[in-house]
Nanobody
Framework: VQLVESGGGLVQPGGSLRLSCAAS????????MRWYRQAPGKERELVAV????????NYADSVKGRFTISRDNAKNTVYLQMNSLKPEDTAVYYCSVFRPGAGGSWGQGTQVTVSS
């Protein structure tokens, strides 16, 4: 299993970023996908979840209305569109998949920094 995140960077408050996570090594279209984040000194936090076919999503209260998770099963890729970014969104963002019997798998993460 390989999960490779990209799209992070430095953005000003109020700006936008789109994260991507390219997946390989498993049947991507069969599993829900998740985005997590971890800020310095804080525990890892679940940000968003999308079901295997993309028909249902769920978000942390802190990002509702600002972030959108989506997926393209033809490209084995999950996305996180982040709008109206705030300094408190600064964190390393990870994508993850949990497969029953195989456990959880994580990418290496991509840094998002929101600062003026």
């Amino acid at each position: 299993v390989q999960l490779v995140e990209s799209g992070g960077g430095l953005v000003q408050p109020g700006g936008s970023l789109r994260l991507s996570c390219a997946a390989s090594g498993f049947t991507f279209s069969s599993y829900a996908m998740r985005w997590y984040r971890q800020a310095p000194g804080k525990e890892r936090e679940l940000v968003a979840v999308i079901t295997s076919a993309g028909g249902s999503t769920n978000y942390a209260d802190s990002v509702k209305g600002r972030f959108t998770i989506s997926r393209d099963n033809a490209k084995n890729t999950v996305y996180l569109q982040m709008n109206s970014l705030k300094p408190e969104d600064t964190a390393v963002y990870y994508c993850s998949v949990f497969r029953p019997g195989a456990g959880g798998s994580w990418g290496q993460g991509t840094q998002v920094t929101v600062s003026s």
